[in-house]
């Protein structure tokens, strides 16, 4: 069982940024790959970006994302990020952190964080 707990939510106005941090219990974090989604009210969650495990650290990006977000991982402290410049309010909802072994069938979902974004 891996425990992600997410934080860095809370309210902004439009335009501005936040930074999403999700802490895994897993020795090895490194191998997994993390991903980060969200879910605004009456909508299904839908994935925002993701950061392959492994030696590759590939990323990919959701296109009403690209150029606004950033995803980055730093496996000595099992941490995965979630940089987020330029939002606006479709922004707005709870981001939830996903960890996955990819081909075991294996993944973890973290609580989620509120992310706000309000004039």
């Known amino acids: 069982q891996v425990q992600l707990v997410e934080s860095g939510g809370g309210s902004v106005q439009p335009g501005g940024s936040l930074r999403l941090s999700c802490a895994a219990s897993?020795?090895?974090?490194?191998?997994?790959?993390m991903s980060w989604y969200r879910q605004a009210p009456g909508k299904q969650r839908e994935l925002v970006a993701l950061?392959?495990?492994?030696?590759?650290?590939?990323?990919n990006y959701a296109e009403f994302v690209k150029g606004r977000f950033t995803i980055s991982r730093d496996n000595a402290k099992k941490t995965v990020y979630l940089q987020m410049n330029s939002l606006k309010p479709e922004d707005t909802a709870v981001y939830y952190c996903?960890?996955?072994?990819?081909?075991?069938?294996?993944?973890?979902w973290g609580k989620g964080t509120l992310v706000t974004v309000s004039s």
């Open positions: 996903k960890a996955e072994r990819v081909l075991t069938g294996l993944y973890y």
């Open positions: 950061i392959i495990g492994g030696r590759g650290d590939s990323t």
């Open positions: 897993t020795p090895i974090f490194s191998i997994y790959t």
